[in-house]
């Protein structure tokens, strides 16, 4: 079964950074894409960043453009998302999830996920 791990979320003041990391394993998938996904109380999960693990091009939610970063270390299997300047609207549990095929920001296009990892940011 495939599994994935998120790890880094915490409380950070307005302002901070975080980052999160998503380590992958158990999959067989050649050509797959990793995304991170979150969701406030009340509110529909959202598409936060994705990468391709085939040619590291990636996508960005535009509230987090300019802000977050994603990156991969497929070596490690793990893909993390750099979060700057974050303000209290990106308070939520984020989440990593894999699919086989193309990156897309669509959470219903993902097979596999992560338990989650909370974010919360302060005032």
């Known amino acids: 079964e495939v599994q994935l791990v998120e790890s880094g979320g915490g409380l950070v003041q307005a302002g901070g950074s975080l980052r999160l990391s998503c380590a992958a394993s158990?999959?067989?998938?050649?050509?797959?894409?990793i995304g991170w996904f979150r969701q406030a109380p009340g509110k529909e999960r959202e598409g936060v960043s994705c990468?391709?693990?085939?040619?590291?091009?990636?996508y960005y939610a535009d509230s987090v453009k300019g802000r977050f970063t994603i990156s991969s270390d497929n070596a490690k299997n793990t893909v993390y998302l750099q979060m700057n300047s974050l303000k209290p609207e990106d308070t939520a549990v984020y989440y990593c999830?894999?699919?086989?095929?193309?990156?897309?920001?669509?959470?219903?296009?993902?097979?596999?996920w992560g338990q989650g990892t909370q974010v919360t940011v302060s005032s």
């Open positions: 158990r999959f067989t998938f050649d050509d797959y894409a």
């Open positions: 999830a894999i699919r086989q095929g193309r990156r897309v920001l669509d959470f219903l296009e993902y097979d596999y």
């Open positions: 990468i391709a693990s085939s040619d590291g091009g990636t």
